[in-house]
């Protein structure tokens, strides 16, 4: 019993930050994105995409959470825009206090659009709001078909779902037909769209989407 209380207030701190977090973020009229998964199902690609697709609209950053290395935040700076590194020291998932004390090095004045790479892990980043607008999740054809009703929870606080790797469906035998239906199951609001960030499959039909969301969310 104590445990349990331990860990809610864990997660009522977080909440609070956060909620801290999305004020300050809509009061610098900056739209924000949490992009979560595996590892290795594509996170970094896909916000290479992004910036490829964005940058010359929107001022961009991005916030990068890796265990131990900068690889995938040397990537993203090679793309021209601003990249924080948040080395979590092994922590598993990032959390709303992390990513507040990333905000100074960013600077919210005249930035648009703040993209926050995650730690991959399909399990505990679910549960740790860290401010952000929308949470995005990818899930690819590699992993599995059977990883919606596993880990239902990351598919139930996603407001997109992107189904990456289609590329590789054929090879993989990846139902996607189940997939979707399944996705619905445990959260029928989500938008579920098909992807390949490698080869650029469905990428547009993703960008029209995060544009809906900033027009809708921003003035
Ligand atoms: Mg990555
Ligand atoms: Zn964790």
Do not use: W
């Not at 970094?44 to 935040?73: H, P």
């Not at 004390?101 to 648009?112: F, R």
């Amino acid at each position: 019993m104590k445990r349990i209380s331990i860990e809610r207030n864990i997660l009522e701190k977080n909440n609070e930050s956060a909620d801290f977090l999305r004020e300050l973020l809509k009061k610098h009229n900056c739209f924000s994105i949490n992009l979560m998964s595996s590892p290795g199902a594509g996170k970094t690609t896909l916000a290479e995409r992004m910036i490829e697709s964005l940058k010359s609209k929107y001022s961009i950053a991005v916030i990068d959470g890796d265990l131990d290395t900068t690889r995938d935040a040397d990537r993203l700076a090679s793309h021209g825009v601003n990249v924080i590194q948040i080395n979590t020291n092994g922590a598993c998932h990032l959390d709303a206090d992390m990513v507040k004390k990333a905000i100074p090095d960013i600077g919210l004045d005249n930035l648009d659009l703040l993209i926050i790479e995650n730690v991959g892990n399909l399990v505990c980043p679910a549960s740790f709001d860290v401010g952000t607008n929308k949470n995005v999740v990818l899930l690819s054809t590699p992993e599995g078909d059977d990883k919606v009703k596993k880990y239902p929870t990351m598919f139930n606080v996603a407001d997109v779902v992107l189904i990456n790797k289609m590329d590789l469906a054929k090879f993989v035998e990846f139902d996607v037909s189940k997939v979707e239906r399944e996705i619905k199951d445990v959260n029928s609001k989500a938008e579920i769209i098909q992807i390949s960030a490698k080869n650029g499959e469905g990428i547009d039909k993703f960008i029209a989407v995060i544009e809906r969301f900033i027009k809708k969310e921003t003035q």
